[in-house]
């Protein structure tokens, strides 16, 4: 049972960092001495207003940001660099590669970090476009796409390298209400297929209940965690429990604004 | 009363429609009518256009009735098919395009490299910038006489001049290509662990293909005129002159028609470039990824 030993400890150690980045005229520190640790197979949520540093901390554990003070560990290696065992699924819906049709999109990765020879990508490849259900669409360019099939594409290409931990920074974010909603219940399917670890940024409460089991809270400038909260159970549907974590939540992100807007009253 | 209904709006019952089947509702699909699937076709209608043009040379040119100030299109045509049976004409043309094929892989090769340079680091960048902005709107006809002296009468001379008016528009065009990729593309590439030339290769070029397609056929048409211009200045190298040639010396015999065949040449060549081999080029990649419409 050496797999039971190490779903227990940490797969992602962030403990203590600050992060900092530089505009024009100022230093910014965007996140100030986070931690966290996320296990195997958790569907763990950075959740926090914008300016809380969320995606600045995926972008960091991604390895495209140093930190400052800290240290990011995966699997008791600290992160330098990206790389493809932290694969991202980005917000935007450019993030596929326009030369490339929806299956050679998927294959890439898996051909360039030399895992897989062409054949077996390819395989693969169209395995996880399946599970995405694209399987009409493997050979057509990403530019025919609609928003919601582009990401998932992309969620597909960042599944099929069987990451150690899946990296999302607002997936969803830019898609209509109905698409969202469908797309959140197709990750959880997926999910409960695989098991797979995701990192997951979102400023949307109703999202992060959904989508995690482990939520981190965190409050904007500098961005600090304000809790770290275990979410509803996968297949708990209880609308009055969603509400009141709704309520928590709002809560524990706001209440101290409200205190300190009345003490700057009186 | 009055206020009630100001407040809310009446109630009104839900209303369910049940969709009618589609083979009902009509026509949904119906072929384009001949005419209109004809008109699509780019290549018919500009051909339609090129014959309009030459029918209003043609008229111009009859109305005119002067051979040695505007030959008719029909003169022109004659002359340029007799050109071609004595052979003069098209060893000409290869004479010219062979020149201008080294001079524009050269550029090419130069502006990859200057490129390189550029986006590695930031001094190359720099001067990249000054490079160009001095010499991108140098003539290269200005720097012939240079030329002349540097490298002789000959090829060499001509290959210099190709050179200056490919390097600048190309590597201008590459350099902003590349520096409008998006940050995600290169995330996503540095994502996958590439870096290096491997990056270069796999992200970076095809994600500025548009712009660097458009440097290239900018730099095709500087290098094209160079060509013929500096051709016509200091004529003949080894042996058989180019194009420009051609249509100097023509001139100088007052053989209009044949001076008109020369430049049909050169338009012909530059049609055929454009439409034929940079079409292709464009529809199987930046068309087919839906970068350019």
Known sequence: MDQGLSGSAALLDVSGVTLQYKTREHLITATYRVSFQVRQSDRFVLLGPSGCGKSTLLKAVGGYLPAVEGSIRLKGEIVTQPGPDRMMVFQEFDQLLPWKSVCENVMFPLMASGKLGRREAREKALDYIDKVNLTKFAHSFPHVLSGGMKQRVAIARGMAMEPAILLMDEPFAALDALTRRKMQDELLQLWDDTRFTVLFVTHSIPEAIRIGNRILLLTPHPGQVKAELNSLARTEHDLERFTQMEEKINTLLFADRVEEEETARE | ?293
């Open chain 2, 1 to 293: 009363m009055n206020d009630a209904t100001r407040t809310s709006p009446p109630d009104r019952p839900e209303i369910f429609y049940r969709p009618t089947p589609s083979d009902t509702s009509g026509v949904v699909q119906k072929p384009l009518s001949a005419w209109e699937r004809i008109y699509n076709i780019p290549a018919l209608r500009k051909f339609a256009l090129l014959v309009l043009l030459a029918l209003i040379w043609q008229i111009y040119a009859v109305d005119l009735g002067n051979q040695l100030i505007f030959p008719t299109f029909s003169e022109t045509m004659q002359a340029f098919f007799q050109g071609i049976v004595s052979g003069g004409l098209l060893l000409k043309a290869w004479t010219s395009i062979r020149v201008l094929l080294i001079g524009y892989a050269a550029g090419i090769a130069l502006a990859t490299l200057l490129t390189v340079m550029a986006i590695t680091s930031r001094l190359g960048t720099d001067l990249l910038e000054t490079l160009t902005a001095m010499f991108n709107p140098l003539p290269a006809i200005a720097l012939l006489p240079l030329a002349l002296i540097w490298f002789g009468l000959g090829e060499g001379s001509l290959v210099f001049v190709l050179v200056h008016s490919v390097l600048w528009a190309v590597s201008l065009n590459t350099h902003s290509g590349f520096m409008s990729v998006s940050l995600t593309l290169r995330m996503v590439g540095r994502n996958y662990g590439l870096s290096g030339f491997a990056y270069v290769r796999q992200i970076l070029i095809p994600a500025a293909f548009p712009s660097i397609l458009s440097g290239l056929k900018t730099g095709w048409a500087f290098a094209w005129r160079t060509l013929i211009a500096a051709e016509l200045v200091f004529g003949v190298s080894s042996g058989s002159g180019g194009l420009g040639w051609f249509i100097y010396l023509s001139k100088n015999l007052l053989e209009i028609p044949s001076v008109f065949a020369g430049l049909f040449m050169v338009i012909l060549i530059g049609l055929f470039v454009e439409n034929v081999i940079f079409n292709t080029i464009e529809r199987y990649t930046v068309r087919k990824w839906g970068m350019q419409l």
